[in-house]
């Protein structure tokens, strides 16, 4: 199993940005898969999940309405959009997956199995 996240970078208050994750190894039709991030000086936080196999999606209600996971299975990828960033976004993204979890709200709220590289989004003007 691997995950590779892309997609970071400096982006000014009020702007966007949508991170992807590549995943090889497993399909994207089963498993929970999700995003979370670390801020400096800040607990790890499940920001967004997915259930693949029935497309539920739970988010933290940090995120709720400004954050859209979503997938494309035939491309083995997911993806975060995050939308009118804010400073306080400003964190290391991590995408995550886990092949024993199928519930995107227990993903989010525990600690999964496998790990993508991070990401670095800064928001500033």
């Known amino acids: 199993v691997q995950l590779q996240a892309s997609g970071g970078g400096l982006v000014q208050p009020g702007g966007s940005l949508r991170l992807s994750c590549s995943v090889s190894g497993f399909l994207l039709d089963r498993p929970a898969v999700g995003w979370f991030r670390q801020a400096p000086g800040k607990e790890r936080e499940g920001v967004s999940c997915?259930?693949?196999?029935?497309?539920?999606?739970h988010y933290s209600d940090s995120v709720k309405g400004q954050f859209t996971i979503s997938r494309d299975a035939a491309k083995s990828t997911f993806y975060l959009q995050m939308d009118n960033l804010l400073p306080e976004d400003t964190a290391v993204y991590y995408c995550?997956?886990?092949?024993?979890?199928?519930?995107?709200?227990?993903?989010?709220?525990?600690?999964?199995?496998?790990w993508g590289q991070g990401t670095l989004v800064t928001v500033s003007a």
């Open positions: 997915l259930s693949t196999w029935n497309d539920i999606t």
């Open positions: 995550a997956a886990d092949l024993g979890h199928s519930s995107s709200y227990a993903l989010c709220t525990t600690s999964p199995s496998d």
